[in-house]
Nanobody
Framework: QGPVVESGGGLVQPGGSLRLSCAVS????????IGWFRQAPGKLREGVAC????????HYADSVKGRFTISGDNAENTVYLQMDSLRPEDTGVYYC????????????????????WGQGTQVTVSS
């Protein structure tokens, strides 16, 4: 396993919820940025949400704003993505990515800024 491992994906009905976890090892989650990305079949990877560990500033894609919440638990060295009111179009492989160190108070959804990537976890929203 690498320094970033995702978990929590699965099959859920439309309107349901899932919580994804991004466990980080080998780094202390103090000055960091974590981004969640997803890729649906036949589509480009897109940024979903990100968070700055320095400020807890969070940014969301318009498509998930108001439904998804990103949060960090420094004691657990884990970042979570709470996904509510899920829709079929949320289906895809979700990836967690880490940039360390990161001293900016904001975060970025530019995938090229992230150094460490997890293997991904499948999220399927279907009835």
């Amino acid at each position: 396993q690498g320094p970033v491992v995702e978990s929590g994906g699965g099959l859920v009905q439309p309107g349901g919820s899932l919580r994804l976890s991004c466990a980080v090892s080998g780094f202390t989650l103090d000055y960091y940025a974590i981004g969640w990305f997803r890729q649906a079949p036949g589509k480009l990877r897109e940024g979903v949400a990100c968070i700055s560990g320095r400020s807890n500033f969070a940014h969301y894609a318009d498509s998930v704003k108001g439904r998804f919440t990103i949060s960090g638990d420094n004691a657990e060295n884990t970042v979570y993505l709470q996904m509510d009111s899920l829709r079929p179009e949320d289906t895809g492989v979700y990836y967690c990515a880490l940039r360390y160190p990161w001293y900016d108070n904001s975060c970025t959804d530019d995938a090229s800024e992230y150094t460490y990537w997890g293997q991904g976890t499948q999220v399927t929203v279907s009835s």
